[in-house]
């Protein structure tokens, strides 16, 4: 039941976040879904991030022109929002830079506004202005993006001090180590936190960026690692190939693909084991039980058997 809820809110779930090839940024719809209630995009799961997949140039632009005709009937300034972010999607930098800055002269302080803003100055290389946007969004709604923008405001202030080594340190501001397999002092809660806002932000920015790139290979490296601390084994091995694929490079990233698939392996085993020791269990227990039953049917009949034979006599 609550696999077909997720399925079906999925559809109509419209957070369009997204990174060009060149540049990283994350986009924000007016609301969950368009104005006009149109889908961008549906995903598949919350481990592995792969990044969304949106619809054909062509349809784009019908919802372009479906948003600017709705806009002109209704004068609903979201259907106006909404026109922007598809002209961010459809690489309209400038247009969408200046009807950005329209909608904030005619409504300031709107959240979609300010995210979006963020967004496309920074895919047109404007970090300075990317990143006081990115600021003035958080302010205006501290909770957006699942509270995880905090790692886009990071990725931002290291492009901006031109940082050419992209590390979990500048990244996060955290440290997991030097050793072939991760340490941290952080606690469950903590480490799943930072695992959802980091899948959060990476399926985002892997929607249009192709491999190789420094700071997604870094963020997997490091959501990789993360899954491995909470022993999401399986999640780490395949987010690990994944950080390889985008260029990672590291001494011990194989080693950890390998043993992070071990130890997964090696839990499926134990979890087998101990289902058979339980279901070996279960089965006795009924057989004894069955006996059990069978037995009080069997002493039943004879006890009733006597009975009628003492009423006979």
Known sequence: MMSKQLTTLSFVLILLCTIMLKTKACLNGEHLELTNGATLYVDRDYEVPEGHSFPEREHLLTMLHEMDSLYNATRDIGYLSDKGLLLIVLDRYQQAI?????????????????????????LTGQNIKALEWIKKSIEIDPKSHHQSEWIHVKILETKIKGDK???????????????????SKMSKKELETLRYSLYYQLNERMSFIKPQDKIVAQLLFDLGSVSMLLRWNKVASEVYKEAKRYGFSHPDLDFRIK????????????????????????RLLYYRFATLGLITIVGGVVYWRRVKIRRLR
Do not use: C
Not at 165 to 183: A, C, H, M, V
């Open 165 to 183: 080594q992209y590390t979990t340190q500048s990244l996060l501001g955290l440290d997991f180590g030097n050793g072939k397999l991760p340490i």
């Open 98 to 122: 200046a009807l950005y800055l329209k909608i904030e002269k005619m409504q300031p302080n709107r959240y979609s506004t300010a995210s979006n803003l963020g967004t496309v100055y920074e």
């Open 259 to 282: 043993e992070s698939r071990r130890l997964y392996v090696k839990e499926v085993r134990a979890f087998n084991k101990a289902k058979a020791v339980k279901d070996e269990s279960n």
